[in-house]
């Protein structure tokens, strides 16, 4: 900047008079000349304002102390941009004549996708991206309603993806509702997901069990969880399109979708936590195991211990049979 000023004000800036002036070493100026030189902020004294500017300091002849002018930023600046620009301009072209090629192969693609869910009526998916695929591609092609049951707690990852295919489908109209079970409201960063999903638009319920873990897509296609009955190793997927297992699927969901209790996203659980302790005392009740108790609550065992340990002494029981028995004649579990 020091020696821009001093090219602006002496009119000439002649790089060993200005390092002897500095008392600087004349590589230091030298260099400092070149980078004003790349940014076209100096040019060669004899050169035209616009003209290409030789490099270096031997322009002006071998020994010689070249002298060098300033250029207004305004004008340097088109210098500096310009084959930037054109080159964004290039490839803003190519990448239009790329898209234009792949897309071209578009209705091949959907025509032979199409075929291939008319013909396949069970399609197991094995691997995680051909699972993620096939939700992809259903939920851009969902027209009118995608209907989902979650049985537990999904990790991060899968809440935001989640999360944004929501967002795509209620931009789109569609309806979203989805069902989960009352415990995942005993964690904070699902009340607060489940609250996002509800400013979009989706519905969401919960209720005292989910059995597993559905998708279903205008009533028409179903991806639900294979847990390994089938090709499957437990991890995957199965895509459902036969219409008659559609439809028992969905009117399964519907029926356990017209018992849930909606959330609201205003905070006020009470009901559904009300629930959640009343499954509780009924399987105190039932006398059943602790790990099976809390898989079918879709909690994890230290969880539903607590929440035990906090009903036996609520009740004053001394066992969990005991519990259920007294939350019985209490009137606590009545229909």
């Known amino acids: 900047m020091l020696l821009y000023r001093m090219a602006l004000e002496q009119g000439r800036l002649r790089p060993k008079a200005a390092a002897h002036r500095l008392d600087v070493p004349r590589a230091v100026v030298r260099a400092a000349v070149d980078d004003l030189s790349r940014l076209h902020l100096l040019r060669p004294a004899e050169e035209a304002p616009d003209a290409a500017r030789p490099t270096g300091e031997l322009a002006g002849g071998a020994g010689r102390d070249t002298e060098y002018a300033a250029r207004n930023p305004d ?28 897309l071209a192969m578009k209705p091949v693609f959907e025509e032979s996708w199409h075929g291939h869910f008319t013909r396949t009526p069970i399609e197991y998916l094995t691997l995680p991206d051909a699972i993620r695929s096939a939700l992809e591609r259903l939920s851009a092609t969902a027209r009118t309603e995608v209907a989902a049951a979650h049985p537990d707690v999904p990790d991060p990852a899968a809440l935001e993806e989640g999360l944004q295919r929501t967002t795509e ?97 205003s905070g006020d659980d009470g009901s559904a936590k009300d629930e959640l302790r009343r499954s509780i005392l009924e399987l105190l009740e039932s006398g059943m195991k602790d790990g099976m108790a809390a898989r079918r609550l879709a909690m994890s065992v230290t969880t539903y211990r607590r929440h035990v340990t906090e009903l036996l002494a609520e009740l004053g029981a001394q066992s969990r049979f005991q519990a259920g028995s007294y939350a019985r004649r209490a009137g606590l579990l009545d229909d």
Do not use: C, N
């Open 169 to 265: 489908l209620t931009a789109r109209g569609v309806l979203v509702r989805t069902l989960y079970p009352h415990s995942v409201l005993t964690h904070a960063h699902v009340q607060q997901h489940l609250g996002r999903m509800a400013e979009l638009g989706a519905r969401v319920r919960t209720t005292a069990h989910v059995p597993d873990r559905v998708l279903i897509f205008d009533a028409g296609t179903a991806v639900l969880a294979d847990h390994g009955s089938s090709p499957g190793d437990g991890k995957g997927a199965l895509a459902v399109r036969d219409p008659s297992l559609v439809r028992f699927l969905y009117r399964s969901w519907e029926s356990a979708w017209e018992s849930a209790r909606p959330f609201t996203g």
């Open 75 to 102: 004008v340097a600046v088109t210098h500096v941009t310009g084959p930037i620009e054109a080159r964004i301009q290039q490839l803003h072209r190519e990448s239009e004549r790329m898209s234009s090629h792949v």
